[in-house]
């Protein structure tokens, strides 16, 4: 079992940053994918971002790319998400997800955080 808990989110304004963290611990592996998700009041849980942990390729989506960047530190097996130049619409409950590289859906998950970004 990988066990996801994410930590750093909060209550920020407009143009604010955040940076969260996911920390992974349990079962760990090399031929991993790490992705962020959130989830808005009311509506689907949404891709955000995600790193593959053998070669640092990373996808981001098209709401969030050239603000938010996604990282990762092998020694502490963890997952960053900097987030800047934060908007109302990065409003939402993100998730931490952990998934194998051929596996075709994460099928590990955090307990989530949220980030309330205020106009």
């Known amino acids: 079992q990988v066990h996801l808990v994410e930590s750093g989110g909060g209550l920020v304004q407009t143009g604010g940053s955040l940076r969260l963290s996911c920390a992974a611990s349990?079962?760990?592996?090399?031929?991993?994918?790490m992705g962020w998700f959130r989830q808005a009041p009311g509506k689907e849980r949404k891709f955000v971002a995600s790193i593959n942990w053998g070669d640092d390729s990373t996808y981001y989506a098209n709401s969030v790319k050239g603000r938010f960047t996604i990282s990762r530190e092998n020694a502490e097996n963890t997952v960053y998400l900097q987030m800047n130049s934060l908007k109302p619409e990065d409003t939402a409950v993100y998730y931490c997800a952990a998934r194998l590289i051929t596996a075709a859906a994460y099928d590990y998950w955090g307990q989530g955080t949220q980030v309330t970004v205020s106009s």
């Open positions: 349990g079962r760990t592996f090399s031929r991993a994918v």
